[in-house]
């Protein structure tokens, strides 16, 4: 009996020790968490404080058209209202665990329990309802303005083909094929000219997300999706593939030019013309003509009309080679010809295995392509 007792004391006192210890645990950790709060709060502070303007990194905190805004304001209204559920319920928890936390003299009773208050039960039940109710409709109705959104007479319509792992855009109206950079024009609230996007898809899923401009649509295979944006302002807005799609996925990117009505203008008079027909290059044009690049592109006034890869026609005219993945410069072309994996592994490019002279006589030719 005495050691059974003993054992006993031996075990509360154990009990007791580990109780205090695991207190100060939970300080450290809500300790912890508060400076990674801090932390991520700083971080987000220092992507808002960003300087305005062309902006290199894609972001949803500065928005320049009307579905972007929605979006960004109805996010606000979103943290705001599960903020206030936050600081209330953490409030609550730390003051409740620091009250009834064991203390030396506490028996070790249970503390009377509480069955069946209809009140209780019908204040957590009523309310985070109502809340949901709230963040339903309020979400319900911004999807509704931005989908249901009237097309303008002076809208540009533009199809968008998602392929792996760059991005076509045609134009219909305007008889226009390009890749990769987008051209639009801006948006004056007082005579919209905003741009309709048709959203396809050539092979599997991919998303298309330029977070200032508007939300992300998926292109999915045999399907039609649409979006809109009407840029605010002029500049170079940038967006990226936002849905896994391959192993170049995370170099999909897209760049968005938004340009005053002039600029617009001349772009597509420029991207109209059939591609430069001087004979200076001849030998490179051959080189073309005579290679496997005419079945995957095409480039008008040429035998290259492919369609498995971008349309070349107007090839100097956009600042990036393979989506982005690299700047458009005499080298870089070069090295894209002769060992695309060089600078995108995995791309459905083959390398060409040319030789130095054909490929300088080829990339020469390429450099006509204004
Ligand atoms: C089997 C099809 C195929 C062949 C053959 C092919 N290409 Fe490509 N090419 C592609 C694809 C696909 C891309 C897009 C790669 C990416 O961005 O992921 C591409 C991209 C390019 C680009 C970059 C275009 C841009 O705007 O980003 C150039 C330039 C190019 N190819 C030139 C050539 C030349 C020149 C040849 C012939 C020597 C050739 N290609 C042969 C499929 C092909
Ligand atoms: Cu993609």
Redesign the pocket.
């Known amino acids: 009996m005495a050691a059974a007792a003993r054992g006993g004391e031996g075990l509360t006192r154990m009990a007791k020790t580990r109780h205090e210890w695991d207190w100060r645990a939970i300080v450290g950790r809500a300790a912890g968490l508060f400076v990674l709060l801090i932390g991520v709060l700083f971080a987000a502070a220092l992507c808002t404080a960003s300087p305005h303007g062309d902006n290199p990194v894609p972001t949803i905190f500065e928005p320049h058209s009307t579905p972007a805004d929605s979006i960004y304001d109805l996010s606000h209204f979103v943290l705001a209202i599960t903020g206030l559920i936050f600081l209330v319920v953490f409030s609550l928890l730390t003051y409740v665990v620091a009250k009834f936390r064991n203390r030396a003299p506490d028996d070790k009773r249970e503390p009377p329990q509480v069955y069946g208050s209809t009140q209780i039960e019908l204040a957590w039940t009523v309310i985070p309802i109502l809340i949901v109710v709230v963040l339903f409709l309020a979400t319900a109705r911004v999807i509704h303005a931005i989908q249901d959104a009237p097309k303008p007479a002076a809208a540009v319509e533009v199809t968008a083909i998602g392929?792996?792992?760059?991005w076509e855009f045609r134009y219909p109206a305007l008889g226009i094929v390009t890749?990769?950079e987008l051209h639009i024009p801006v948006s004056d609230p007082a005579h919209p000219t905003p741009t309709f996007l048709k959203l396809l898809s050539a092979d599997t899923d991919h998303s298309f997300w330029v977070p200032q401009l508007a939300g992300k649509t998926d292109l999915i295979p045999n399907r039609v999706n649409e979006m809109w944006m009407d840029p605010h302002r002029t500049g170079i807005f940038l967006g990226q593939c936002a849905q896994y799609c391959g192993a170049?996925h995370a170099?999909?990117l897209l760049r968005v030019w938004v340009e005053s009505p002039e600029d617009f203008e001349a772009w597509v008079s420029a991207q109209r013309q059939p591609a430069n027909q001087d004979e200076k290059e001849i030998g490179g044009k051959r080189?073309?003509e005579t290679?496997?690049?005419?079945?995957?592109?095409a480039v008008s006034g040429t035998n290259a009309t492919?369609h498995?890869?971008?349309?070349?026609t107007h090839?100097m005219s956009?600042r990036?080679?393979?989506?982005g993945?690299a700047k458009?410069t005499k080298e870089n072309?070069r090295l894209?010809?002769q060992n695309?994996d060089a600078i995108?592994p995995g791309?459905?490019?083959?390398a060409?295995k040319?030789s130095d002279v054909d490929l300088d006589a080829?990339v020469r030719y390429?450099e006509t392509l204004q």
Do not use: Y
């Open positions: 392929h792996q792992f760059w890749a990769n170049q170099k999909m080189v073309l290679t496997a690049c005419v079945n995957c592109h492919g498995f890869g971008p349309d070349l090839l956009r990036t080679l393979a989506a993945a458009n072309l894209w010809i695309p995108k791309s459905l490019m083959p060409m040319l080829l390429l």
